[in-house]
């Protein structure tokens, strides 16, 4: 899949050329499968790695992006002294190899029988290019938030946590997390049948990992809630003009409203299929997945964003594997996933905003 999308990236910055306004650095221009990688969000990642955070509560600045994956970048580059676009890129295709992996190993503890499909219906979700490479934290998020959940299945409840907590750290979902581990934790020692103990509501620390990043904001600019407080820079202002989205909306042309409804299609999909996920996964599973997929459709302007987002609520692919139950959805889903995954690679390659 890697080796497929780096191939059309390759072909189309050679033959189509970079026409949008995302790309971050020329400095690895004369590399295409690598610059193809550096978009966009690249830039305040590459800001954070290397000259620490900025913040301004009426533009857009540094602030707003959480500290995991830019430490990762700078850990690299302490280690190494590569690049720090190529950092990026190799944090994320590692983190992006581990999580898929982690991922097959849950869903195979889960629903075995559909474990192999829900991994690919994952790596061929129509932004997966994501995790394949994009200097972005979403691999890092879905490697932690899968070996979360992986380990408390399992029973190691320490475990869980401590990739709770770096998971908080990578994105600003830290509520979904908190829910959805403690909720989880919670069930599966009632399903047992055994009373309730001390250790079973460990899993409500994993909201150390934002708890941290805020009180470094409050120290550094007297505001911990700078990373929400910046999102004025890009438009996001809050109130009903958000929530309802009709103000952002209002200002498309007709032809191009087809791109905010594929992503907000894509994340009220997750949200339905959170519904049936409370039988056949769990109570812990429905919540993680509707409080991590509704926060950002309350909070975007636009809808745009909401299908890379979705990348994070991963038992939504097992619960999809369980719904596509004859070969004809199966190809008619992947059919129309990997048409729009090639031609989303094909744009953010060309630097214009996808997500």
């Not at 909070?299 to 369980?322: C, E, N």
Request: with cysteine; aromatic share 16%; charged share 15%.
């Amino acid at each position: 899949m890697l080796l497929g999308l780096l191939i059309v990236g390759t072909i189309t910055e050679l033959t189509l050329g970079v026409r949008g306004h995302g790309r971050t650095s020329p400095v690895l221009e004369a590399w295409p499968f690598l610059d193809m990688w550096v978009r966009w969000d690249a830039g305040w990642y590459e800001q954070i790695a290397l000259r620490g955070y900025t913040f301004s509560s009426t533009e857009q600045s540094a602030a707003a992006f959480f500290p995991a994956y830019p430490l990762l970048m700078r850990g690299l580059i302490f280690i190494s002294g590569v690049n720090v676009f190529i950092a990026g890129t190799i944090v994320t295709i590692i983190c992006g190899a581990l999580a898929a992996v982690v991922f097959s190993k849950w869903a195979t503890l889960m629903r075995p029988n559909e474990a192999s499909l829900a991994t690919w219906l994952l790596l061929s979700w129509p932004f997966a290019f994501y995790i394949f490479g994009a200097v972005y934290s979403d691999a890092l998020f879905l490697l932690c938030i899968t070996s979360a959940f992986f380990h408390l299945e399992r029973g190691r409840t320490g475990w869980a946590t401590v990739f709770g907590i770096v998971a908080t750290a990578t994105r600003p979902i830290a509520p979904a997390v908190v829910i959805g581990l403690t909720l989880r934790s919670l069930e599966k020692r009632r399903a047992s049948g055994e009373r309730l103990r001390a250790i079973d509501f460990l899993p409500v620390f994993a909201g150390l990992g934002l708890a941290g990043f805020m009180t470094f904001l409050w120290w550094k600019f007297g505001d911990p809630f700078a990373f929400a407080t910046t999102q004025a820079g890009w438009g996001q202002l809050g109130g009903p003009e958000t929530w309802l989205k009709y103000g952002a909306l209002s200002k498309f042309k007709p032809v191009d409203l087809t791109f905010p409804a594929l992503h907000a299609a894509l994340a009220f999909l997750c949200v339905g299929l959170a519904w049936p996920m409370r039988k056949t996964l769990g109570w812990g599973y429905s919540a993680y997945v509707v409080v991590a997929i509704g926060i950002p459709i309350i909070t975007s302007r636009d809808f745009i964003g909401l299908g890379r987002y979705a990348l994070a609520v991963f038992p939504v692919f097992l619960q999809l594997a369980i719904a596509l139950d004859s070969k004809v959805r199966q190809r008619a889903w992947f059919a129309f996933a990997s048409a729009i995954l090639v031609l989303m690679t094909v744009r953010f390659a060309q630097a214009y905003y996808t997500s």
